[in-house]
Structure formats: structure tokens, C-alpha cells
């Protein structure tokens, strides 16, 4: 299985030249996003495969390429097979959607060459079982992700995005490379070497702070995700979905890998540091999205905030599994497995959705769109299932992942510390602030963009996207149905991961009356999805049918009533910003330093009233303004180095010599 | 045997909250009325408004989607299904343990971001206005009803309603802090969940302050009928909740005889009547508030339900 993972990965890589050649062709683009499906498609499977195995076999292989001593290890265990299909679920699912959504691209040539390499590199990440393979792919994953942002290079807005997106990488990279510096001090680069190791506790801790910030600068943990909402909606829709589906769980797996894996038992203090970066950045990332009126950047905030609770569930598992509660560790840590690949399926999906719009609009601002309910029929119906899923809404899959989080916080009394018994309820009160944020998030960019009259011409003569991108967009629509009614299934694939990573396992779900799941024990808490489901939709069309038979089913067209004060112009409809301005009052004024300044024009002058929205991004204003004013004013005073005399050139490299000789001498 | 009873209690308990629904809403009415020396409309009108409006032709806006149409009866199911596993009179539903009280939340929750999205559908200011003051209350509210629910879930070691229900009523409860202030904390997000008075005004009609009217503004006919019909379902819900959780003397237990359950069902009557008596007393002695100021009174439900929470970790028996 191994080598075709291998094998499946080097044709990948071997794309790359090929799609140099092929961006030329007219029918280049279909070719090469055709070949990248199938070999998603096949990693995918395999990965399946070896994730069902009942045997849970590890296989490990040793490449001869990379450093002479070293060679590449790679190694497909529990972990790495659940990330593999994640992976490549969310790039088949991508190159599905840019079969069709790929005519929109007017320089192929900027996007082609470097899709597979990134979709390679992303599988390269999560089979690497070396340090020196994983942090070149890591790297390389950066650049051609940085590569894609910037195709649409003419666009001041992206070149400024791939700059801090660069910045940014390698922020991270240089920290996960200190991390694996100091994890082989001891035992050398090997991943089998430095899980037999044992390092000291002062090291493992700052281990994990270094990869916290590694990670987490590419996840997109609050207060490093400054770079996300700048450089995932920048690059073409289907990579952003990629971004932000996919590339943000790569992350998770560098996390999970170094922290659940390679180190040591786990401290209580290094759960109460994710824990206490997890929660905030769940709501500030939702927040940040409601404020939003470009739909992907929307999207991209709300990755954030789902990564959020994706880190509050990892962190919830150390807490437990330092306390020895491994089978409570075992409920956290599969429900933030069980919401990356739920939030791989709806962010790409919600991605395509605004590939689309942007396709048949050529607009990303919601103020401009409106009513593609009826131009866009299937892709709003598509978009309305990924909104219900992302809110954490039964019976879709968004709800099970957060359900299960909090079952597990309501078993958090039993841990000893006294920092976890505080600040687990107040991390509990953070999700379930961002669960209904995130609720109004998307309730006001579906009802903006698909619903209500159009605000703008483009948006009056849109027109429904191609087949590919509808069949992509429906597949997943479908995934996020299956895994909210069947989420027992998903728990029970997790069961070798979980034992891998934490020790323990939940119980075994599939076989419990109608498929219903209980994370601890009958008497704690259940639920079943399906019922749910079944129920509803029941309830729904008796009532249906009952009134359509016994009462009355006539139905009459009529201007809108809006208490009798219908307007036709489409602007007196609530825009994106009116929509969250009670939020915005409510919460903006500390978060976001909100202020709302009218302008009034004196009287007798035809000028019309304004209303300017003042945010500011504090996180911003706190911490990256004075790094890079440091940054410009160190620069500014070195500058004079560049326009010294030849003769004290010589003399700096001379004082250079003798001062470097001194150091070595002593 | 014991399967044809839960399917008997189950339908008798969805009967019964579909029901009961519109009489309550008319119970409270009346009360209210009365308190203001006013006679009322009869106990039976909201049946009689409901009939009527499904009898009538839908008049549909001319720009409405497929979604307006459909919005109706997925809120009613959710809400209907939500209600129908909260008990009432008798533990052993037959499907008590399809959703527990998040999942039940999270229902009505479903039905909220519907009622919300029905609201903008047709593109009119007031449908926009009800949708955005809509999900400003729930963002507050729904914390604050889901930590409530965390502190109510610690102190019965469950989040199974039948489980909680059957502990509230056994003698290990005691009196504690933290479920009083649980209470306050539900009582509060109940009020604004079902656009009670300090929050919005159940009675109004074309005025800015509404919020649960405007979003509802372009429904007719049977579609309206079901809408209402949902409100009254979750007005019965949160009050059976509260009953459920904070009265919860006398519901029958799974395997009780039949003359248990009847006197359930009747005690639970009488539940319904006090605290619908107190809600209709309660508003008519509270004004309305502004839009603004229903943050604060919100942010002390959720403040008082993360207490509670705290307590709980803290002690164990506070």
C-alpha cells in the first residue's frame, strides 16, 4: 500500500513539468486536473483501505533521496491514513471542481504547474517520518501554496497577501525547525528514533510551545493567523478550498504527529496553553468573519474559528490523557478528528460554492450580490447544505464533531487541576459563544448573497455553474449529510487513530440500536442523527401532505407586502454590514474599536448622508505594527552601511576577522 | 409489551404538545387580558386562527424562492420533533434518547436559522431588520441556554432530559446555588427565545421593535399557520422544559401503571397553567426593552449560567 502511496505521490510530482506543457494546449487544463482526480481518487482509496484494516498495520519504507546518512523515511500508520484521506478527498474533491471551474482562469500557465506539486506535497507532509523529509515538504508546501496565491499577481491585494503569507511561512517553518532541533539532540532526525528517546521535561515543554507556534502559525491560531484571511482568498477558488479545507488539517497533523506521537506523556500545563489559545481563537475567528463582507474571506475567518475548535478538542484530549482519563482523552481527541474531516468537507464545499458565484458573477463582495437562489438553483441549494453544516446544526456533520467536544468539557470536573477546572468552562462558554456566531455568520452570507433581490447587474444575469463544479459541490453536500446521520461509522474508523494517539478508544458504535452513538454510556448522553433526520423529515411531509389534503393548497403571486411600504429598489434590502451591525455594537466596540461616524451634509446641500464603519484589528495594531516598525526602523539605521567608502569596508571586514577570531580563540 | 408502551407514550406525548400548543398561547393571552381588566379573546381562538389561515389561499411575494415555501415546514418539524422529546408527563419515550437536551437546543436552533434565512428571502427592510436582531438575541442567547444546560448536565452526571428529569425529582438534589441560578438563566433565555415581552413584543405589528413579527412579515396562509404553530410549540417546549427540569414531580416513571401516567398528564396540565400564569403576570408587569439593552439583560443570563458552571466545578455540592 505503501508504494502506491509512493508511486501515486511521484507521478504527482511528475505532473508538474508536464503541466508546463500542458498550460499551453487549450484542453491542457482538463488533462491535467483529470489525471490529478484519478490519483487523488486512488491515494484516497488506499488510504481507506489501510484505515479499515482490521489488522491496523504500520508500514514503513526508506527511500534512498534526501541527505546521504539520513535517506527519507516515509511510514503510513492509523494517523497518517486518516490524514490521507482527508487529504486527498479534499484534492479529489478540488480537482473535480476545477475540471469545470478551471475555464474561468485566464493565466493557466501561473496555476497548473504548481496544483500537483502542492497536492503532493501535502501527501509528502503526512507520510514523512523523518525531520528533514517532513520540514522540506513542509516547506515546499508553503512555497507552492505561496506560488498559487500570487498567480493573480496583478492584483496589488495578492502580492501584499503572498508577502505575509511568505513571511508567515516561514515563521513557522523556522519554529517546527527549532522544535525537531531540539528533539534530536538527542536521537537524531528519525521519527522511529525520537519516539524511543526520552527527553527531558524543560525540553519537551518548549517542544511544544515551538510547534504550537509552528503549527499554529500555519492552522491559523489566534494571534497568528493574521496572514490566512489575506492569502486563502487570494489564490483561484478550488486552491482556496485546498487552503482551507486541507492544507490548515496539514497543520493539525504536525501538531498531532510531534505532540500526540513523537513526545513523551503529556504535562497538564501544555493542554491549558492549547486550550487557552484554542478557545479565543474560535470566537474572535467568527467574529472577525461576521464583520466580513467578501464572501471568501468570510470563509477563510470561519476557518479560523473551526480550527479553534479543533485545537479546544486537542487540547481537551492532553488535559485528560495527562490525567490518566485516556478513555476520556479518547472522546476529545476523536471528536477534533472527527471535525477536520468534517471541516475539510464543508469549507471546500462552502469554497466551490463561492468559486462559483465568482464565476457566474465575477463579484466576491455580498453587497453586490443577491437572489442567486434563482439564477444559481442547484449551487444554492449545494451552499444552503454547507451553511447548515458549518453551523453546527442537526442533522448535519458540523453538529456531531461539536457535540462530541462538548461531552467531553461535561466530563471535565473530574480532572484535578485547579487551572483546568477554571478554565474549562470558560473555553466551554467561548465554543458555544462561536457555535452561535457562527450560526448568524452564515445565516447572513447565504441570506445576502443567494437570497433577496439582486443588488447588482452582474448578479440579475448570472448563470448556473457547469456540471463538474455541481457534481463536486453536490458529492460533498451529500458527505456532510452522510457523516451527520452516520457519524458512527466515522467514530469507529477513527478507533485506531485514537488508540494510536492517546491510548484508548470510544466504544465501538456501529451495532448500537439504530445506529445511534454513545460517546460514554447510555445513561450520560445520546444521540442519534438518523432518527433525527428521519423524524423530521417525517414530521415535515405529514404536515405537508395532511394540510395540502384537508385544507387548502392554492397559492397566489403578489407584490411583497412588507407592510405596505414596498420599495423596488433592491437597496433598501439589508446589506452585509447593516446585517451584523447589533453584533458589531454589541461586541465590536472593545474587539474591534468599532465606531460608526455619520456625515451629515449642512443643511440646503444636495450632498447625500454617509455612514463610514470604522474596524480596526487590534491583534494587528498590538503585535505585528510594532514588529515591522521595529523592523523598518532597525533597516533605516543600517541602511547608512550601504554607502560607506571602500577603505572603512575594509576596515569592518578586518575588525569582522579579528573579532570572530577572538570569539574562537576563547 | 414494554415497546408498545413507549410507541404508545411517544405518540400520546407528540399528540399532546401539538395539542396543547395553541392553548397555552390562548391561556396566556386570556391572563393577560384579564390582568388588564380587558375580557380577551376565548381560551379556543388561536385554534380558530389557525384553522382559518390554513383554510386560506397562500398569497407568495412575487420574488420568493423555493426555500420561503419550504422554510415553513421544516421549522414546524424541528420544532415538533424538539417538543416531542422533551417529557412531560411520562419518562419512557420511545425515542428519549434520539437527542439529549444540546441536540435539542441545537433543533431549535435549526429552526431559528431557517425562521432567520425565511426572513431575507424576499428582500424586503423589515424581513432584514427581524433576521438581524434575530441571530444578535441568539448569539447570546444560545450560549447562555447551553451553558445552563452544562451546569444542569454536571449536577445530574447526564444530558439525557429523561435521566436529568428522573434525578431533579429524587432526594440526592438538595438545594443548591447553582441551580438557582440556573434557573434565573433559563427562565431569561426562555423569555427571549419566544420573543416574550422584555425582549419583543408578542402583540405588535408594524412597529421597528419587532423582531419576531418582521421576519415573519411576508408569510399568508397555511405557511403562516405553521409558523405560529411552531411558536407555540416552542413556547410549550421551554415551558415544559422548565417544568421538566426544575418541577419534575410526578412524571411517570418507564414502567409505571396506567393511572400514573393520567396523573402526570394532569399534574403537568397544572404545571402548564402556573407558569403560563406567571409568564402572562410577569409580562404584564415588565415594560419592553430597546433593541440595545436586551444585550445586558441577555449577558446576565449567560454571567449567571457560567457561575452556576463554576460553582459546580468548584464544589460539588453548591
Given at each position: 500500500?505503501?508504494?502506491v502511496?509512493?508511486?501515486?505521490?511521484a507521478?504527482?510530482?511528475?505532473?508538474t513539468?508536464?503541466?508546463?506543457?500542458?498550460?499551453m494546449?487549450?484542453?491542457g487544463?482538463?488533462?491535467?486536473?483529470?489525471?490529478?482526480?484519478?490519483?487523488?481518487?486512488?491515494l484516497?482509496?488506499?488510504?481507506?483501505?489501510?484505515l479499515?484494516?482490521p489488522?491496523?498495520p504500520?508500514?514503513s519504507?526508506?527511500?534512498?533521496i534526501?541527505?546521504?546518512?539520513?535517506?527519507?523515511h516515509?511510514?503510513?500508520?492509523?494517523?497518517?491514513a486518516?490524514?490521507?484521506?482527508?487529504?486527498?478527498?479534499?484534492?479529489?474533491a478540488?480537482?473535480?471542481f476545477?475540471l469545470?471551474?478551471?475555464k474561468h482562469?485566464?493565466?493557466?500557465?501561473?496555476v497548473?504547474?504548481?496544483?500537483p506539486?502542492?497536492?503532493?506535497?501535502?501527501?509528502?507532509?503526512?507520510?514523512?517520518n523523518?525531520?528533514?523529509?517532513f520540514?522540506?515538504?513542509?516547506?515546499f508546501?508553503?512555497?507552492?501554496?505561496?506560488?498559487?496565491?500570487?498567480s493573480?499577481?496583478r492584483?496589488?491585494e495578492?502580492?501584499?497577501?503572498?508577502y505575509?503569507?511568505?513571511?508567515?511561512?516561514?515563521f513557522?517553518t523556522?519554529?517546527?525547525?527549532?522544535a525537531?532541533?531540539?528533539?534530536?539532540s538527542?536521537a537524531g532526525y528519525?521519527?522511529?528514533?525520537?519516539?524511543a528517546?526520552h527527553?527531558?521535561?524543560?525540553?519537551?515543554?518548549m517542544?511544544?510551545i515551538?510547534?504550537l507556534?509552528?503549527?499554529?502559525?500555519?492552522?491559523?491560531?489566534v494571534?497568528?493567523?493574521?496572514?490566512?484571511?489575506?492569502a486563502h482568498?487570494?489564490?483561484?477558488s478550488?486552491?482556496?478550498?485546498?487552503?482551507s479545507?486541507v492544507?490548515?488539517k496539514?497543520?493539525?497533523?504536525?501538531?498531532?504527529r510531534?505532540?500526540?506521537?513523537?513526545?513523551?506523556?503529556p504535562?497538564?500545563?501544555?493542554?491549558m496553553?492549547?486550550?487557552?489559545v484554542?478557545g479565543?481563537?474560535?470566537?474572535?475567528?467568527?467574529?472577525y468573519a461576521?464583520?466580513?463582507?467578501?464572501?471568501?474571506?468570510?470563509l477563510?475567518?470561519?476557518?479560523?474559528?473551526n480550527?479553534?475548535?479543533?485545537f479546544t478538542?486537542?487540547?481537551?484530549?492532553?488535559a485528560?490523557?495527562?490525567?490518566?482519563l485516556?478513555?476520556v482523552?479518547a472522546?476529545?481527541?476523536t471528536?477534533a478528528?472527527?471535525h477536520?474531516?468534517?471541516h475539510?468537507?464543508f469549507?471546500?464545499l462552502l469554497f466551490?460554492?463561492?468559486?462559483?458565484?465568482?464565476g457566474?458573477?465575477?463579484?466576491?463582495?455580498?453587497?453586490?450580490?443577491?437572489?442567486?437562489?434563482?439564477?444559481?438553483?442547484?449551487?444554492?441549494?449545494?451552499?444552503?447544505?454547507g451553511c447548515v453544516?458549518?453551523s453546527a446544526?442537526p442533522?448535519?456533520?458540523?453538529?456531531?464533531?461539536?457535540?462530541?467536544t462538548?461531552q467531553?468539557?461535561?466530563?471535565?470536573?473530574?480532572?484535578?487541576?485547579?487551572?483546568?477546572?477554571?478554565a474549562?468552562?470558560?473555553?466551554?462558554?467561548?465554543?458555544?459563544?462561536?457555535a452561535?456566531?457562527?450560526?448568524?455568520?452564515f445565516v447572513k452570507l447565504?441570506?445576502?448573497s443567494?437570497?433577496g433581490r439582486?443588488?447588482?447587474?452582474v448578479?440579475?444575469s448570472?448563470?448556473?455553474?457547469?456540471r463538474f463544479?455541481?457534481?463536486?459541490?453536490?458529492?460533498l453536500?451529500?458527505?456532510c449529510?452522510?457523516?451527520?446521520?452516520?457519524?458512527?461509522?466515522?467514530i469507529?474508523a477513527?478507533?485506531?487513530?485514537s488508540?494510536?494517539?492517546?491510548?484508548?478508544?470510544?466504544?465501538?458504535q456501529v451495532?448500537?440500536q439504530?445506529?445511534t452513538?454513545?460517546p460514554?454510556a447510555?445513561s450520560?448522553s445520546?444521540?442519534?442523527?438518523?432518527l433525527?433526520?428521519?423524524f423530521?423529515?417525517?414530521?415535515g411531509?405529514?404536515?405537508?401532505s395532511?394540510?395540502?389534503?384537508?385544507a387548502s393548497?392554492?397559492l397566489r403571486?403578489?407584490p411583497?407586502?412588507d407592510?405596505?411600504y414596498?420599495?423596488?429598489?433592491?437597496?433598501?434590502?439589508y446589506?452585509?454590514?447593516?446585517?451584523?451591525?447589533p453584533?458589531?455594537?454589541?461586541f465590536g466596540s472593545?474587539?474591534?474599536?468599532?465606531r460608526e461616524?455619520?456625515?451629515?451634509?449642512?443643511p440646503?446641500?444636495?450632498?447625500?448622508?454617509r455612514?463610514?464603519?470604522?474596524?480596526r484589528d487590534?491583534?494587528?495594531?498590538?503585535l505585528?505594527?510594532?514588529i515591522a516598525?521595529?523592523?523598518s526602523?532597525?533597516?533605516?539605521r543600517i541602511?547608512?552601511?550601504?554607502?560607506?567608502?571602500?577603505?572603512r569596508?575594509l576596515?569592518?571586514?578586518?575588525?569582522?576577522l579579528?573579532v570572530?577570531l577572538?570569539?574562537?580563540?576563547l | 409489551m414494554?415497546a408498545?408502551?413507549?410507541?404508545?407514550?411517544?405518540?400520546?406525548?407528540?399528540?399532546?404538545v401539538?395539542?396543547?400548543?395553541?392553548?397555552?398561547?390562548?391561556?396566556?393571552r386570556?391572563?393577560k387580558?384579564?390582568l388588564?381588566?380587558?375580557r380577551?379573546?376565548?381560551?379556543?381562538?388561536?385554534?380558530?386562527?389557525?384553522?382559518?389561515?390554513?383554510?386560506?389561499d397562500?398569497?407568495?411575494?412575487?420574488n420568493?424562492?423555493?426555500?420561503f415555501?419550504?422554510?415553513p415546514?421544516?421549522?414546524f418539524?424541528g420544532?415538533?420533533?424538539?417538543?416531542?422529546l422533551?417529557?412531560t408527563f411520562?419518562n419512557?419515550l420511545?425515542?428519549?434518547?434520539?437527542?439529549?437536551?444540546?441536540?435539542?437546543?441545537?433543533?431549535?436552533?435549526?429552526?431559528?436559522?431557517?425562521?432567520?434565512?425565511a426572513?431575507?428571502d424576499?428582500?424586503?427592510?423589515?424581513?432584514?431588520?427581524?433576521?438581524?436582531r434575530e441571530?444578535m438575541i441568539?448569539?447570546?442567547?444560545?450560549?447562555?441556554?447551553l451553558?445552563?444546560?452544562f451546569?444542569?448536565?454536571?449536577?445530574?452526571?447526564?444530558?439525557?432530559?429523561?435521566n436529568?428529569?428522573e434525578?431533579?425529582?429524587s432526594?440526592?438534589?438538595?438545594l443548591r446555588v447553582?441551580l438557582?441560578?440556573?434557573?434565573?438563566?433559563?427562565t431569561?433565555v426562555?423569555l427571549?427565545e419566544?420573543?416574550?415581552?422584555p425582549?419583543?413584543?408578542p402583540?405588535?405589528?408594524l412597529?421597528?421593535?419587532?423582531?419576531?413579527?418582521?421576519?415573519?412579515l411576508?408569510?399568508?396562509?397555511r405557511?403562516?399557520?405553521?409558523v405560529?404553530l411552531s411558536?407555540?410549540?416552542?413556547?410549550?417546549?421551554?415551558?415544559s422544559?422548565?417544568?421538566?427540569v426544575?418541577?419534575p414531580w410526578?412524571?411517570?416513571t418507564?414502567?409505571?401503571?396506567?393511572g400514573?401516567?393520567?396523573?402526570?398528564?394532569?399534574?403537568?396540565?397544572?404545571?402548564?397553567?402556573v407558569?403560563?400564569?406567571l409568564?402572562a403576570?410577569?409580562e404584564?408587569?415588565?415594560?419592553k426593552m430597546?433593541?440595545?439593552r436586551?444585550?445586558e439583560?441577555?449577558g446576565?443570563?449567560l454571567m449567571?449560567?457560567?457561575?452556576?458552571?463554576l460553582?459546580?466545578?468548584?464544589?460539588?455540592?453548591?
Amino acid at each position: 500500500m505503501i508504494a502506491v502511496a509512493l508511486w501515486s505521490v511521484a507521478v504527482l510530482l511528475a505532473l508538474t513539468p508536464a503541466a508546463i506543457a500542458l498550460s499551453m494546449r487549450p484542453r491542457g487544463s482538463v488533462v491535467l486536473y483529470g489525471a490529478c482526480l484519478v490519483i487523488t481518487a486512488t491515494l484516497c482509496a488506499t488510504a481507506l483501505l489501510h484505515l479499515l484494516d482490521p489488522a491496523h498495520p504500520v508500514l514503513s519504507a526508506t527511500l534512498p533521496i534526501g541527505l546521504p546518512w539520513l535517506g527519507a523515511h516515509v511510514r503510513l500508520d492509523a494517523l497518517s491514513a486518516f490524514f490521507l484521506v482527508v487529504v486527498n478527498l479534499g484534492g479529489a474533491a478540488a480537482s473535480l471542481f476545477a475540471l469545470g471551474y478551471s475555464k474561468h482562469e485566464d493565466s493557466p500557465g501561473r496555476v497548473l504547474p504548481f496544483y500537483p506539486a502542492y497536492l503532493a506535497a501535502m501527501n509528502v507532509v503526512v507520510l514523512a517520518n523523518d525531520a528533514f523529509s517532513f520540514l522540506v515538504a513542509w516547506e515546499f508546501m508553503s512555497l507552492t501554496s505561496w506560488a498559487l496565491v500570487v498567480s493573480h499577481h496583478r492584483e496589488a491585494e495578492n502580492v501584499r497577501a503572498g508577502y505575509v503569507y511568505l513571511l508567515m511561512a516561514s515563521f513557522g517553518t523556522l519554529a517546527l525547525l527549532l522544535a525537531f532541533g531540539l528533539l534530536a539532540s538527542g536521537a537524531g532526525y528519525d521519527f522511529d528514533a525520537i519516539r524511543a528517546s526520552h527527553p527531558s521535561a524543560a525540553l519537551t515543554g518548549m517542544v511544544v510551545i515551538l510547534v504550537l507556534l509552528g503549527a499554529g502559525s500555519k492552522a491559523g491560531l489566534v494571534p497568528l493567523h493574521a496572514w490566512l484571511p489575506l492569502a486563502h482568498p487570494a489564490a483561484p477558488s478550488h486552491v482556496s478550498g485546498l487552503m482551507s479545507g486541507v492544507m490548515t488539517k496539514v497543520a493539525v497533523y504536525g501538531f498531532v504527529r510531534i505532540v500526540f506521537d513523537l513526545l513523551p506523556e503529556p504535562v497538564w500545563w501544555w493542554s491549558m496553553v492549547v486550550l487557552l489559545v484554542g478557545g479565543p481563537t474560535a470566537t474572535l475567528g467568527v467574529l472577525y468573519a461576521l464583520m466580513q463582507r467578501d464572501i471568501k474571506r468570510v470563509l477563510a475567518y470561519s476557518t479560523i474559528e473551526n480550527i479553534g475548535i479543533i485545537f479546544t478538542g486537542l487540547g481537551l484530549a492532553l488535559a485528560f490523557k495527562a490525567q490518566g482519563l485516556d478513555w476520556v482523552a479518547a472522546l476529545a481527541f476523536t471528536a477534533a478528528m472527527l471535525h477536520v474531516f468534517n471541516h475539510a468537507l464543508f469549507k471546500s464545499l462552502l469554497f466551490f460554492g463561492a468559486g462559483a458565484v465568482l464565476g457566474a458573477t465575477g463579484e466576491r463582495d455580498m453587497e453586490k450580490l443577491g437572489g442567486l437562489i434563482h439564477r444559481m438553483p442547484k449551487t444554492a441549494f449545494a451552499v444552503l447544505i454547507g451553511c447548515v453544516a458549518i453551523s453546527a446544526l442537526p442533522p448535519f456533520n458540523g453538529f456531531v464533531s461539536e457535540w462530541l467536544t462538548f461531552q467531553a468539557i461535561l466530563l471535565s470536573p473530574q480532572l484535578p487541576s485547579w487551572g483546568l477546572k477554571l478554565a474549562i468552562p470558560a473555553v466551554g462558554g467561548l465554543l458555544a459563544l462561536a457555535a452561535a456566531f457562527a450560526a448568524a455568520c452564515f445565516v447572513k452570507l447565504y441570506g445576502i448573497s443567494f437570497l433577496g433581490r439582486p443588488r447588482s447587474d452582474v448578479a440579475a444575469s448570472a448563470h448556473e455553474t457547469d456540471r463538474f463544479s455541481l457534481t463536486a459541490m453536490l458529492l460533498l453536500a451529500a458527505l456532510c449529510l452522510i457523516a451527520g446521520i452516520l457519524p458512527g461509522l466515522l467514530i469507529d474508523a477513527l478507533a485506531p487513530v485514537s488508540k494510536a494517539m492517546v491510548g484508548n478508544v470510544m466504544p465501538h458504535q456501529v451495532g448500537l440500536q439504530w445506529l445511534t452513538i454513545v460517546p460514554i454510556a447510555e445513561s450520560r448522553s445520546s444521540y442519534n442523527g438518523l432518527l433525527v433526520f428521519v423524524f423530521a423529515a417525517l414530521c415535515g411531509t405529514a404536515a405537508a401532505s395532511a394540510i395540502h389534503r384537508l385544507a387548502s393548497d392554492r397559492l397566489r403571486r403578489a407584490p411583497a407586502w412588507d407592510c405596505g411600504y414596498p420599495d423596488p429598489n433592491p437597496a433598501i434590502q439589508y446589506s452585509a454590514s447593516s446585517f451584523s451591525q447589533p453584533i458589531r455594537r454589541v461586541f465590536g466596540s472593545v474587539i474591534f474599536a468599532a465606531r460608526e461616524i455619520g456625515e451629515m451634509p449642512p443643511p440646503s446641500s444636495p450632498r447625500p448622508a454617509r455612514l463610514r464603519v470604522e474596524l480596526r484589528d487590534l491583534i494587528w495594531d498590538a503585535l505585528y505594527a510594532p514588529i515591522a516598525k521595529a523592523v523598518s526602523f532597525a533597516t533605516d539605521r543600517i541602511n547608512i552601511l550601504q554607502f560607506l567608502t571602500i577603505r572603512r569596508y575594509l576596515t569592518l571586514v578586518f575588525v569582522a576577522l579579528i573579532v570572530l577570531l577572538l570569539v574562537v580563540a576563547l | 409489551m414494554n415497546a408498545l408502551r413507549d410507541i404508545l407514550s411517544q405518540g400520546a406525548q407528540m399528540l399532546l404538545v401539538l395539542g396543547l400548543a395553541p392553548l397555552l398561547t390562548g391561556f396566556v393571552r386570556k391572563v393577560k387580558a384579564r390582568l388588564l381588566r380587558r375580557r380577551g379573546p376565548p381560551l379556543l381562538q388561536p385554534y380558530r386562527d389557525l384553522i382559518r389561515l390554513m383554510r386560506k389561499d397562500v398569497v407568495l411575494a412575487d420574488n420568493a424562492s423555493w426555500l420561503f415555501r419550504v422554510i415553513p415546514y421544516l421549522m414546524f418539524a424541528g420544532t415538533w420533533v424538539a417538543a416531542s422529546l422533551v417529557p412531560t408527563f411520562g419518562n419512557g419515550l420511545l425515542f428519549s434518547w434520539t437527542a439529549d437536551l444540546i441536540a435539542i437546543i441545537a433543533l431549535l436552533g435549526s429552526a431559528r436559522f431557517f425562521q432567520a434565512l425565511a426572513g431575507m428571502d424576499v428582500g424586503t427592510a423589515f424581513g432584514g431588520i427581524g433576521s438581524s436582531r434575530e441571530v444578535m438575541i441568539a448569539s447570546l442567547a444560545e450560549p447562555a441556554m447551553l451553558i445552563t444546560v452544562f451546569s444542569v448536565a454536571m449536577i445530574a452526571g447526564s444530558t439525557q432530559l429523561a435521566n436529568v428529569a428522573e434525578f431533579m425529582g429524587s432526594d440526592a438534589v438538595g438545594l443548591r446555588v447553582s441551580l438557582g441560578m440556573a434557573f434565573v438563566a433559563l427562565t431569561i433565555v426562555a423569555l427571549a427565545e419566544n420573543a416574550r415581552i422584555p425582549v419583543d413584543n408578542p402583540a405588535t405589528h408594524l412597529e421597528l421593535t419587532m423582531v419576531h413579527e418582521a421576519m415573519v412579515l411576508e408569510y399568508s396562509g397555511r405557511h403562516l399557520a405553521l409558523v405560529d404553530l411552531s411558536s407555540q410549540l416552542k413556547l410549550l417546549l421551554y415551558v415544559s422544559l422548565i417544568a421538566c427540569v426544575f418541577l419534575p414531580w410526578g412524571i411517570a416513571t418507564a414502567d409505571a401503571s396506567i393511572g400514573r401516567f393520567v396523573f402526570g398528564a394532569l399534574l403537568y396540565i397544572g404545571k402548564l397553567t402556573v407558569l403560563g400564569f406567571l409568564l402572562a403576570l410577569f409580562e404584564t408587569a415588565i415594560a419592553k426593552m430597546r433593541v440595545f439593552r436586551i444585550p445586558e439583560f441577555l449577558g446576565a443570563a449567560l454571567m449567571l449560567a457560567l457561575l452556576a458552571t463554576l460553582l459546580r466545578f468548584v464544589s460539588g455540592s453548591l
